[in-house]
């Protein structure tokens, strides 16, 4: 279900973004795709049986998106899918708390804040987050936390992706519907729907 409610929620905002700029409510509905999409990060992290291959299909999905990502918004950052493959790197390093990897993590998070990825290293706080907190209410606390450390770096509405965490925080208590979905749908949507978007935005 929370895989359902990403793509949904991300296709309104990247909707509003390309052909309805002044309607603020589609952002704001977008904003609560992203915490989710990180959120399923560390839960793949943990469930993966290879971890290689997992980073392997963020990287090829991040590596096809790319062009049509920059075409569709006509900006030059790297796609989330690489923002999220970053992260991912970071989930592992962060498994042994030893120096070397602490010092590596430091460097993708600083490399992550240059702003030429998309979210930057807001995304590793989120993601970490996700991974070592497991109160309810002190997820939704530290998401707040961050959304306030980055208050000037985003838009005003992020601070409403908090509404991510909150359906997160619901779900795992809460027994939200069964819907099983595809693995192979939710692997290439992403690339599909800016690909359809784009399309679209030719045409019109």
């Known amino acids: 279900m929370l895989e359902i409610i990403a793509m949904a929620t991300m296709l309104i905002d990247h909707i509003g973004a390309v052909f309805f700029p002044e309607q603020v409510f589609l952002r704001i509905i977008g904003r609560i795709s992203f915490p989710i999409y990180c959120f399923l990060l560390v839960r793949g992290f943990h469930h993966t049986s290879s971890f290689q291959k997992y980073l392997q299909r963020l ?7 790319q062009p049509i990502y920059s075409k569709l918004f006509g900006i030059d950052k790297l796609n989330i899918i690489f923002t999220l493959a970053v992260c991912l790197i970071i989930l592992k390093l962060m498994e ?3 120096i070397q990897h602490i010092i590596i993590s430091i460097l993708l998070t600083i490399i992550l804040a240059t702003g030429f990825f998309e979210y930057g290293s807001y995304a590793v706080l989120m ?8 109160e309810p209410y002190m997820i939704l606390l530290a998401h707040a936390a961050a959304n306030f450390a980055y208050f000037f770096y985003f838009a005003w509405f992020q601070q409403l992706s908090i509404l991510g965490s909150i359906i997160i925080v619901w779900s795992l208590h809460e027994s939200f519907p069964e819907i099983k979905i595809n693995r192979m749908l939710y692997r290439v949507f992403y690339p599909f729907h800016l690909l359809c978007l784009l399309g679209i935005k030719a045409l019109v």
């Open 127 to 134: 993601v970490l987050i996700y991974r070592f907190i497991k």
């Open 96 to 98: 042994e708390a030893k």
């Open 59 to 65: 990287i090829l999905l991040a590596v096809v998106s």
